[in-house]
């Protein structure tokens, strides 16, 4: 039957979201993320935050989405338990699923049944590439941040005419901005990036227990699932 922590998906993506919220606050308060945004001429460390955030709200509606998706399941499951017609079940990827199976194929059909199974969760999946391809990005643009404050290192280094103590205080002051450049925005794609990873998966392995379990019961419970009039 259906498992009381599939329901809650959205209440459980809403969690996590609170926590990542709460340790940006704690870095709020003790002023890392103003003085990280201050220091980075490059405003890279900008793009970031805004590129995370935007995604994680992608991430939210995913996970809006599951959730629909396993409680059609649910239906589905519901259905069968009580030997009641499971073609009423419309709508998303498991009701699309069903139409294909039932009026289309056969559940009889084995073969077919395991291709609509695989094409099922390949739909999944595929709806998680964007969030996987955005923290690739997330971690591409600290490395740049990187690459971008050492410039700013090296910079004053060849406009350097004399050596003296007023010009070397300069020197140093310079590089240091553009030290806090590479480390402020390496710090901010290595975080925003392990994050967004590690919410994906989370959807990953939800969908891959969805998948997982509509083949079991395609292949156990479905070939001889009553059907409306």
Known sequence: MFELKDAHLVLRAFIIVGLIGFGFF???????????????????????????????????WLARSLTGERRRFAALETALADETAVDT?????????????????????????????EAFGDEIANSHAFGHFISDVLLRLGLLGTIV???????????????????????????????????YTTAAGLITSTLLKLQYHILDASAA?????????????????????
């Open 26 to 60: 704690l870095a709020i308060e003790r002023g890392l993320v103003q003085l990280a945004l201050d220091s980075d001429k490059s405003y890279i460390t900008y793009v970031i935050l805004g590129i995370y955030l935007l995604a994680s709200i992608h991430w939210l």
């Open 89 to 117: 079940i419309q709508g998303g990827l498991v009701g699309k699923f069903l139409d294909n199976l039932l009026h289309r194929h056969g559940p009889s059909e084995s073969g077919k049944s395991s291709t609509l199974v």
């Open 149 to 183: 404050g050492f410039i700013f290192m090296l910079l004053p280094i060849a406009e350097m005419s004399e050596f003296d103590a007023a010009m070397m205080q300069k020197l140093l002051t310079a590089m240091s901005g553009g030290m806090a450049v590479a480390l």
């Open 209 to 229: 227990q969805l998948v997982t379990r509509l083949s079991v019961l395609v292949d156990v419970r479905l070939k001889h699932a009553p059907r409306s009039a």
